[in-house]
């Protein structure tokens, strides 16, 4: 990239490897210097960053790196007040932005929308629409909107269709029109149907398009909503020179051209030209074949001319909003029409055409000078008010808005002073004015509640004792809507006083949250606690090596708390957060050798005491190589470290119990970590669910895990059982299955201990329960999943990765027939699971615990100590 300062005279270097198109000059107020640059430049290793500096003045010392980290290339979009890069780790892509050029804070998105790609559709009015292609969209993408920060996302409109342009980029079906806040038209796929939707309130609501009564004939048009209605062509002209598919301009409020059709839904066949005069309310017919359209004198007309493969020798004007058409010869011979080029100005009304005469000839320029058309300009009387309203509704966006419009059909000149807004009165607020807040959505009865992934409840970890927090009501007022009293209060977040609470939900990760580092480098900790008094909370961090530190409350530690490490080798840090009410903890297993891969630990959920269990560790993408496997069981300082995936272990003691098991292969490191319950006995039952369950299961352990605490919930209402008694396991595949775990309670109040034949009653009053009951659950607005019992099945006894290899789909289906039960029962040497007693004394059971991955009872176990001492004796030998 280079800057001139002198017209082009001499040029200066300001940066190298510059990804193209990928930087921004002055793009804000914000930047306090007018030639500053932000651009994204390349490493000579190979990565990413966000840079910015003087266009006169980048040397090194005077660029700054706003984001600290490395980013994703072709991610960075300068936008207004808003700065977004995109950062990628263990596969999945993280978004930031950066409000008002403050620091860069990750953008919340529903939890399980799991984006593929993510476009910035807008930032006007204070805030951010993006379209998000979600984890089961191929060519379709989510329309979501922002708070005014541009952080917490919520739903505006689901399947927005797409489509690819000539580069191959995406192009959305979303089109904002202009001269009206708020209101914009979005094609969306509904049941493999395209159809056009409308909103005035920023994607609160939408509807359809009530099709015009009448044809260009006059005759009656039978079309009743929703079977039938008006469906548009929102696609953008990749020539700058021609209309489009549909046109609007801020000067002319109201008045929208499209291409388009009539019927259930959008077609590009038997397509027709139409118009609206009062901002999509009503319609009409213009043309019947497809035209380019261009607004003239701001506004106050409209010229038509065919599209460009039908040379024409035409145009048509009209000065009544499309109501009437005069034509007019601009060509003695018919020329195809590759462009038209309206120049502005009060007193400067002149379009060129441009185009051939065939394909072979040269081009052709037309100037056409339209002001002799207009006989005077407009006067005051010339002009009416037109009311914007949304099917009557004239509240928009919070307000009654008053236009000035000339009259249709007065041959004046309008000049600057086409269309301007007479007044606009705020209206008081209703339930329209407000859409859903982050985490929460519109259910059926049109309010909203919190997603099954969201906790409403959780504090601001920011929140101290005696201080304030906004506690949401699931609403937030639409951005730049101007309403007032009405339902504001109630809808409006609340102040409360923060509650001191016990430290809870502290969380550990490094900067980069990689589990590795380079021997002498800076490693910069970050402690995040969900819960709790942050500012009365103490943090201690030790760093595994022989230090630690400890900070007098949480504030102290937003920036990361850095450490260097002296010596190579795999330590443990731990972070503790205490109040005065409780404590939490938290670690991780740092080593400083290589790059983070993505690891799964496969593992029970329950297990009988003293019998032998199996664990096992699956990569996932694939490895092709030698993995070494470090296991860490309860609270060990040392791993067990094999250079198998599986491990066998016999727990002794009963109670919750932690397993972490990480993966390295020479250059990547992770872990994961899975608690396990210890018990004498247990007793299982198999759930099965509605099939609508898997149409929204994008298979990845957070979400089962999800699922599990809500089917757990859902069971504790129907069944006076305590909830330290049930564990609930959802299993991967298709079908979606889980089973549910009846623990002996943990402490009696009489003081005796319980049997398994006290369990056995326990269960058989849940099953009762379970029958006599529905049990249901509302996984998304309009989807309830129902919770079966399965008294015939194969479901497997512990949780799997996504796999289609036939011993996986036979753990999964439930057999019809009792001879294919008996087959695979002989085959896999397992009973068909139903209500099942598991006991440390009753040896004539069948452990049910089976992984589904193949296992070595040779594993072999070492120690960490063991095997340092083995590698020194074979360097002995060599020497």
């Known amino acids: 990239m280079y800057s001139s300062f002198d017209f082009g005279r001499k040029w200066q270097l300001v940066h190298e490897r510059v990804t193209p198109n990928r930087f921004y000059w002055s793009v804000s107020s914000l930047d306090k210097e007018l030639d500053l640059v932000h651009m994204e430049a390349h490493t000579p290793d190979g990565h990413c960053q966000y840079v910015t500096c003087r266009a006169q003045a980048c040397s090194e010392s005077s660029r700054t790196y706003p984001f600290s980290g490395y980013i994703e290339t072709n991610s960075l979009v300068v936008q207004d007040e808003y700065v977004f890069v995109q950062v990628t780790t263990t596969g999945r892509a993280s978004y930031y932005v950066s409000y008002q050029r403050e620091p860069f804070v990750r953008i919340k998105i529903p939890k399980y929308s799991l984006p593929k790609d993510m476009h910035i559709v807008s930032t006007d009015q204070g805030q951010v629409f993006t379209a998000v292609q979600e984890w089961n969209q191929n060519d379709t993408y989510n329309l979501y909107i922002s708070d005014t920060h541009g952080v917490y996302f919520t739903l505006a409109l689901e399947n927005v269709r797409t489509s690819r342009g000539l580069g191959g980029n995406s192009m959305i079906d979303l089109y904002e029109v202009a001269g009206i806040e708020g209101m914009l038209i979005a094609n969306r796929k509904v049941e493999n149907q395209v159809k056009t939707y409308i909103t005035y309130n920023k994607g609160r609501d939408w509807r359809l398009l009530q099709a015009p009564a009448t044809d260009l004939a006059g005759n009656p048009i039978h079309c009743v909503l929703p079977f ?45 030209m139409f118009i609206s005069s009062d901002a999509g309310n009503n319609w009409r017919q213009i043309f019947e074949e497809e035209h380019n359209v261009w607004f003239l004198d701001k506004g106050g007309a409209l010229v038509a001319v065919k599209q460009p493969t039908v040379p024409t020798r035409h145009l048509w004007i009209s000065f009544d909003e499309g109501r009437q058409w005069t034509r007019h010869s601009f060509s003695a011979m018919p020329l195809f029409v590759d462009g038209v080029l309206v120049e502005g100005g009060a007193e400067n009304q002149i379009m060129t055409f441009f185009g051939h005469f065939s394909h072979r000839s ?41 236009y000035m419009k000339r009259r249709p059909g007065n041959y004046c000149m309008v000049g600057w002073d086409n269309s301007r807004i007479l007044s606009a009165e705020p209206c008081i607020c209703r339930a329209h004015d407000f859409e859903c807040d982050y985490g929460f959505e519109r259910r059926g009865d049109g309010n909203c509640l919190p997603a099954f992934w969201f906790n409403p409840s959780t504090v601001s970890r920011s929140c101290s004792q005696g201080q304030n927090y906004l506690n949401s009501t699931g609403y937030r007022k639409v951005v730049a809507n101007n309403c007032t009293k009405g339902v504001k209060e109630m809808y409006t977040a609340r102040k409360q006083q923060c509650p001191n609470r016990p430290p809870r939900g502290l969380v550990l990760t490094t900067r980069d949250d990689k589990l590795t580092a380079n021997l002498g480098s800076n490693v910069t900790f970050l402690v995040r606690l969900e819960e709790g008094d942050s500012m009365r909370t103490n943090i201690q961090l030790d760093f595994g090596d022989g230090t630690a530190v400890s900070y007098s409350n949480l504030s102290w530690t937003q920036e990361g708390i850095r450490h260097v490490y002296r010596s190579a080798g795999i330590f443990r840090v731990t972070a503790l957060a205490e109040n005065s009410l409780g404590f939490d903890t938290s670690s991780l297993y740092l080593h400083v050798t290589c790059p983070v891969e993505h690891i799964q630990l496969l593992a029970p959920y329950v297990v009988i005491k003293n019998k032998e269990v199996n664990l096992t560790a699956v990569v996932w993408p694939s490895h092709f190589r030698t993995l070494t496997y470090f296991w860490w069981l309860g609270n060990n300082t040392e791993p067990i470290i094999t250079l198998d995936s599986s491990i066998s272990h016999t727990f002794s003691t009963e109670g919750m119990i932690t397993v972490t098991v990480q993966v390295s292969s020479a250059d990547s490191i992770l872990q994961d970590t899975r608690t396990i319950a210890i018990q004498e006995f247990f007793k299982s039952l198999l759930l099965s669910f509605s099939p609508n369950l898997d149409e929204a299961n994008p298979d990845i352990p957070e979400w089962r895990q999800d699922v599990g605490r809500v089917i757990k919930k859902a069971v504790l209402q129907v069944a006076d059982i305590p909830e330290d008694q049930l564990l609930v396991a959802v299993f991967p595949g298709i079908p979606t299955a889980a089973e549910l775990f009846l623990l002996p309670p943990r402490n009696q109040s009489d003081g005796k201990k319980r049997t ?52 996986a789909m036979l753990m999964l289906l439930s057999v019809v027939f009792l001879g294919l039960a008996v087959f695979l029962i002989y085959k896999f040497k397992r009973k068909i699971p139903w209500i099942n007693i598991y006991a440390e004394v009753n040896h004539e059971k069948e452990q049910e615990m089976i992984n589904t991955v193949g296992q070595n009872d040779a594993t072999p176990k070492i120690t960490l100590s063991e095997l340092m001492e083995k590698e020194l004796e074979a360097r002995a030998k060599r020497e």
Request: aromatic fraction near 6%; include cysteine; glycine fraction near 6%.
């Open 756 to 807: 398994e034949e006290d369990l056995e009653q326990i269960s058989e009053i849940l099953v009762n329960a379970l029958n006599q009951i529905s049990v249901e659950f509302e996984l998304k607005s309009g989807s309830r999943v129902i919770v079966y019992i399965t008294q015939l099945t194969l479901a497997p006894l512990v949780d799997s990765i996504p796999r289609h290899s036939s011993s």
């Open 228 to 272: 039938c209605s008006l469906h548009l062509q929102l696609q953008m002209s990749e020539n700058p020179y021609l209309s489009g598919s549909i046109s609007t301009k801020s000067s002319a409020p109201g008045v929208i051209v499209a291409t388009g059709n009539i019927g259930s839904e959008l077609s590009y066949n038997n397509v027709a």
């Open 362 to 402: 040269e081009w052709q320029l037309i100037k056409i000078d339209y002001k002799s058309i207009f006989t005077r300009r407009c006067t005051e009387g010339d002009y009416q008010t037109w009311h914007l309203h949304n099917q009557g509704e004239p509240c928009i966006m919070g307000q009654k808005q008053i």
